[in-house]
């Protein structure tokens, strides 16, 4: 018991040192930047910085990497840009690159951090929107090549945790997530108990499309190892909808996003599987056909678009396809309808079969 507990001390203090030696790093490039800008208008020349094209949301600008299971962006996407102080085009937004380079070194220096929308709010006349606030924070973290987090940027809370985990955060500062209040089926999940049965176990909900910061807590739990040689690493399960935008969020659990394809390396979790719901569910479980739903025109669209990947298993396919041939899906919570299973029973059956 006391290696082990020297073993998680020591790999909490290399977090903290590798986590302490970025954020110099980080400074130090801040820095270099502002003091060549600061050259350059010595010399009376123009003021000027080089980032990156970073948005690309287009599937042609990233790329299936198969050895890791994860979407990347493609590198002949990362072309370089300069920002010019005199341009004609629109000489505001260096400005802007500019402010947001002063908050992230003032976050840094400060060792405190701080959401998209509170940078937005020190400065609203400037920036207009968030939405530009959101597209300077990407380009840095891509040009730098680091998360967002590496900035002192963090997400606004919206996914949820609970159970047998405690987070030390940046400033050493303990989370307990044994306590938590949430929303209906997370809840109703969390007062069953169920996660102690399986024990111990942790419950995560992105409250449907996840955010960075949820799924960066799912990455970050799949790459803890165990003293444990049989699992020496924690099983993600994933269980969602049973319709393409709950197959989609799944996907963005499993490979990550196009929007952050730069940074999927530190997001996605290959080895989530799922759990549920399946469409061979609906018969086994006699889910009542009054709780189905019938698919929308958005859910064709969605589902012709996810069977365009290339990278999705046949199985995940063959389930795209018997939702668009039988017309209909099924929520979580049409689980509350089955004659002979309830939502929590399902669960405890999927795990304990290990029907995944």
Known sequence: MEIIKERRVNKVNNTFNDFLETTTWVIQKIESMIERLLFDIAKKRPPVINSVSNIKRKENHSRYDAQNGIIRRKNNNLSNKQIQFLSTKNPKTFVIMIRILDICHELLIQNVTATKRDIYYKDVKLFGNSQTVDLVIDELACFFQIPRSCLNVIASAKGLVAGSLKIIQKDRSILDCSKTSCQATFQYILSSKMHEQFGPCILITGKGYPDIATRQLVKNLSDLRRPDETYPFLQILGFFDNDPYGIEILCVYKFGSLTMS????????????????????WKKYRISKSSLIRISSADRKKAYHLLQRNYLQAEWKKEICLILYMGYKAEIQSLDDCENVNLLNYLISKISRSRF
Do not use: R
Not at 275 to 280: N, R
């Open 262 to 281: 730069f940074d999927n390396e530190n997001l996605a979790t290959p080895g989530i599987k799922w759990l549920g719901l399946h469409c061979s569910d």
